[in-house]
């Protein structure tokens, strides 16, 4: 079956600090991968995807790179911003799957 | 214009009422879900609707009754609330039952 694992929280930095969040998967077939956020008090947002192997996935700031050969699809910034402060998703999906499988998500707060 | 729309937006009851939550999708997607997420931000799916078909009922208890009238439509009834239904409940919906999703702003039912 599917599943993900991210990496857990919560994760605290300073403002303009780098960020990396884990991410790696298994999967039955070729999988398409995403990162979602969520904002306190809203719902998920789609952040970035990536449908095959080495492909950028990229959006206000952060990117991911389809890792096949390590099965892992790592979300970084480069420097993270109050504002960024949210419970990030990793989350995939085959063609034989009837939904998404989603990670447990990872808190993070920024600091001023 | 609001993609995914469910209300309402919170909901606070007494044990043993039946509530509803109302969800709608404007975007023409086949594919509509109901997931709840935990105190510690965990999502676990509840239903999916495929066409008005249910694909996905997980183990929830049968006090939990998804109903779609249409495409555009997935609403979830709750009989005999109990303390434990407490939770965010979120609405969302994709192209088909293997693409990403776009998700409603949620509902925070509290059982008191």
């Known amino acids: 079956g599917n599943s993900v694992t991210q990496m857990e929280g919560p994760v605290t930095l300073s403002e303009e600090a780098f960020l990396t969040i884990n991410c790696t998967y298994t999967?039955?077939?070729?999988?398409?991968l995403f990162w979602y956020v969520q904002y306190p008090g809203e719902g998920l947002q789609l952040l970035l995807k990536?449908?095959?192997?080495?492909d950028k996935g990229s959006n206000k700031g952060f990117e991911a790179t389809y890792r096949k050969e390590t099965t892992s699809f790592h979300l970084e910034k480069g420097s993270v911003q109050v504002s960024d402060s949210a419970v990030y998703f990793c989350?995939?999906?085959?063609?034989?799957?009837?939904?998404?499988?989603f990670g447990s998500g990872t808190q993070l707060t920024v600091l001023p | 214009d609001t993609a995914v729309s469910q209300t309402p937006k919170y909901l606070v009851t007494q044990m043993g009422n039946d509530k509803s939550i109302k969800c709608e999708q404007n975007l023409g997607h086949d594919t509509m879900y109901w997931y709840k997420q935990d105190s510690k931000k965990f999502l676990k799916i509840m239903f999916s609707y495929n066409n008005k078909e249910l694909i996905i009922n997980e183990t929830v208890p049968n006090r939990f009754s998804p109903k779609s009238p249409d495409k555009a439509h997935l609403n979830l009834h709750i009989n005999s609330l109990e303390l434990g239904d407490s939770a965010v409940y979120f609405c969302?919906?994709?192209?088909?039952?293997?693409?990403?999703?776009?998700f409603g702003q949620g509902t925070r039912l509290t059982v008191v």
């Open positions: 990536a449908t095959k192997a080495d």
């Open positions: 969302a919906s994709s192209l088909r039952m293997n693409t990403e999703a776009f």
């Open positions: 999967a039955t077939g070729y999988p398409s």
């Open positions: 989350a995939l999906t085959t063609g034989s799957a009837r939904q998404l499988t």
